[in-house]
């Protein structure tokens, strides 16, 4: 069985948590088949104090198959391999480019600076951080054919564990990484739901028909009770209420008594039944056994009286 891989991980100030770069490395060896073997993983923090002594003796000191340097977005100064810059990164770099034969890996981390998903789908570098540092690199060490800066914000992405792949792949050393995103399904649109409005409610006031009744010269409309003819002004009300209008012409009921209100009507049978011998006949007198007088009705209608009993009220 081959030694694992040695891997170490280095960043200035704690700008940068180095596990979130440690989770790119082992879940992109479990995602990804060709990257065979064990990660032997190491963690370095230094100080800008530390910078001096790190470059020239501890790095030198390291075993080491691989360097990742990271560094954040919002530094004051993405400077990693400028000359004469003052304060930057490259006494770092280059020492761990001499110690890893330029096997090193820049991560730019905090890059909330992607245009659209788009971007972060198809770029392992953000447009706004390739302007930042290109100047500072050669092409090959941008594109994969030696090297790469990635950049990202809080995690990596599937293009950043697809470039891995690419780097440990001694057969393309000297290639460009090139890399297509799955595609998307497309979103299907979602239908709405069937409407709940009925079929009348939804036709307009000039696709309603109003019925004629048998008789009638106009298309009025009738109150069911009654048989009241009314105008439509019933409906419409004081403003947009409902409320009692205008009703026009007499009370249409056969069955009204003539004198008495519409409520007072006489009484009448659906079919002829045959009569009772246990109720009074009211066409030829009181029964015997009881007073003349007012006969009392237990219904609504008003009340009936003999014509005897008419004679003493009068």
Not at 212 to 218: D, V
Request: charged fraction near 30%; hydrophobic fraction near 30%; aromatic fraction near 8%.
């Amino acid at each position: 069985m081959s030694n694992p891989l040695s891997i170490h991980l280095f960043n200035c100030d704690r700008t940068y948590k180095l596990d979130a770069i440690e989770d790119w490395l082992n879940e992109a060896r479990q995602a990804k088949p060709k990257l065979e073997g064990q990660f032997a993983i190491k963690q370095h923090y230094f100080s800008l104090s530390e910078m001096s002594d790190l470059s020239s003796k501890k790095i030198p000191s390291l075993q080491m198959d691989m360097a990742v340097f990271v560094l954040h977005a919002h530094e004051s100064r993405l400077s990693i391999n400028e000359d004469n810059a003052g304060i930057g990164y490259a006494k770092i770099y280059r020492a761990l480019l001499q110690a890893t034969g330029d096997n090193v890996i820049i991560v730019i981390g905090g890059d909330d600076n992607y245009k659209n998903e788009d971007e972060e789908d198809r770029e392992f570098i953000s447009r706004w951080a390739k302007r930042k540092v290109s100047s500072q690199f050669n092409e090959e060490f941008l594109d994969g054919r030696k090297s790469f800066i990635f950049s990202w914000n809080k995690k990596h992405r599937e293009i950043h564990e697809e470039a891995l792949v690419h780097f440990f792949d001694t057969s393309k050393k000297g290639q460009k990484f090139e890399y297509q995103p799955e595609p998307k399904l497309p979103s299907v649109p979602v239908a709405p739901p069937p409407s709940m409005v009925t079929e009348s409610a939804r036709r307009s006031p000039e696709e309603i028909k109003l019925e004629l009744r048998p008789g009638a010269s106009g298309p009025l409309q009738y109150d069911d009770r009654t048989e009241e003819r009314m105008t439509g002004d019933r409906y419409k009300g004081y403003g947009q209420s409902l409320g009692c209008g205008k009703v026009t012409g007499d009370i249409s009921s056969p069955y009204t008594i003539p004198g008495q209100p519409s409520w007072a009507t006489v009484p009448t049978r659906s079919k002829p039944e045959e009569a009772n011998p246990q109720l009074p006949d009211l066409a030829h007198g009181i029964p015997s056994g009881r007073s003349e007088g007012k006969i009392e009705d237990s219904g609504v209608h008003a009340p009936i009286y003999t014509e005897k009993a008419k004679g003493k009220v009068q």
